[in-house]
């Protein structure tokens, strides 16, 4: 596709559930970002992978929170036993390279809300 | 404290006004600097990208960055109803790899 896909768009768990949300980047790409906006905040940082390797988790909140890219292609960020303050916008990013001046292109967002 | 911090707004100004955006920082490694517009559902936009201090133009867009002061600003000249979005800015130390945002100013352009 022309953009980052993401899907669900829309999401409603019930605490304690597991939700998987999957992320396209832009054919080509091989940096791709995972972001976690709350409501009315900017994105926060979650993780980052250069092709399947992920280099930076640091932003994980827990150790409920998973992401992966085992063919440097597609993404799923996976939340175990969801929690209220997991809802949020979940925004997949990806880039031509990473390095400073690729423009990186966000998807419209996963909306998590956990009940 | 956060280490960016941005006025949430919102702002709201005529059609035609020169908009001034603002954000303040405090982590002297930032050197890569930014500002995405994003829309109500939509997923952040690129606007302008700017390396360490100096001003950079496109079309009716502005960035500033005066890494003395750790302020950087985002001008609108001419603004439109069209620009009435989330103005956020976003910064890193090490290329693009990790942004750190600003909480975003809303924007209301009225006719």
């Known amino acids: 596709g022309a953009g980052v896909s993401q899907s669900p768009r829309y999401k409603v768990a019930k605490r304690g559930q597991d939700v998987a949300l999957r992320c396209d980047p832009i054919s080509g790409h091989v940096s791709l970002f995972w972001y976690q906006q709350a409501l009315g905040q900017g994105p926060e940082f979650l993780t980052y992978f250069q092709n399947e390797a992920q280099l930076d988790k640091s932003g994980l909140p827990s150790d409920r929170f998973f992401a992966e890219r085992p063919e440097g292609s597609v993404s799923t960020l996976k939340i175990q036993r969801t929690q209220q303050e997991d809802s949020a916008v979940y925004l997949c990013?990806?880039?031509?390279?990473?390095?400073?001046?690729?423009?990186?292109?966000f998807g419209e967002g996963s909306w998590l809300t956990v009940v | 404290q956060k280490e960016v911090e941005q006025d949430p707004g919102p702002l709201s100004v005529p059609e035609g006004a020169i908009v001034s955006l603002n954000c303040t920082y405090s982590n002297s490694a930032f050197q890569y600097f930014m500002w995405y517009r994003q829309y109500s559902r939509k997923g952040p936009e690129l606007l302008m990208y700017?390396?360490?201090?100096g001003n950079k133009e496109d079309g009716r867009f502005t960035a500033q960055v005066d890494k003395s002061s750790k302020y950087i600003s985002l001008f609108i000249r001419d603004s439109q109803p069209s620009d009435s979005a989330t103005y956020l800015c976003a910064m890193s130390a090490e290329g693009f790899q990790k942004l750190v945002f600003g909480t975003g100013t809303r924007l209301l352009v009225s006719p």
């Open positions: 990013a990806s880039s031509l390279t990473g390095a400073p001046g690729n423009t990186i292109y």
């Open positions: 700017t390396y360490s201090s």
